[in-house]
């Protein structure tokens, strides 16, 4: 099993990014995913998730109306399309894969800095 980040860097402030997740190892159609973030000293937080079929997403109030989360199940990839960056978004990112009916199945990938600062 893994899940390998990608996308992640050093970005000015009202500016854009997009991480991606490609997944392997399992069926990722049967997976919701999400992507969490995680600054030093503070716990792992969730930032958005979608469905196994995208149907469902939803979001941290933080992140609404600048963030979307996507996914394309033939490429087994998860997008996060990230606008209007701010200091704030400052973190690792994370990957997560969490079943859809076995919620203690979930898989990790090992993160991707993402850096907002002028």
């Known amino acids: 099993v893994q899940l390998v980040e990608s996308g992640g860097g050093l970005v000015q402030p009202g500016g854009s990014l997009r991480l991606s997740c490609v997944a392997s190892?399992?069926?990722?159609?049967?997976?919701?995913m999400s992507w969490y973030r995680q600054v030093p000293g503070k716990e792992r937080e969730l930032v958005a998730r979608?469905?196994?079929?995208?149907?469902?997403?939803n979001y941290a109030d933080s992140v609404k109306d600048r963030f979307t989360i996507s996914r394309d199940n033939t490429k087994r990839t998860v997008y996060l399309q990230m606008n209007s960056l701010k200091s704030d978004d400052t973190a690792v990112y994370y990957c997560?894969?969490?079943?859809?009916?076995?919620?203690?199945?979930?898989?990790w990938g090992q993160g991707t800095q993402v850096t907002v600062s002028s």
């Open positions: 997560n894969a969490l079943h859809m009916n076995w919620r203690n199945i979930n898989f």
């Open positions: 190892g399992f069926t990722f159609s049967s997976f919701d």
């Open positions: 979608i469905t196994s079929l995208g149907g469902r997403t």
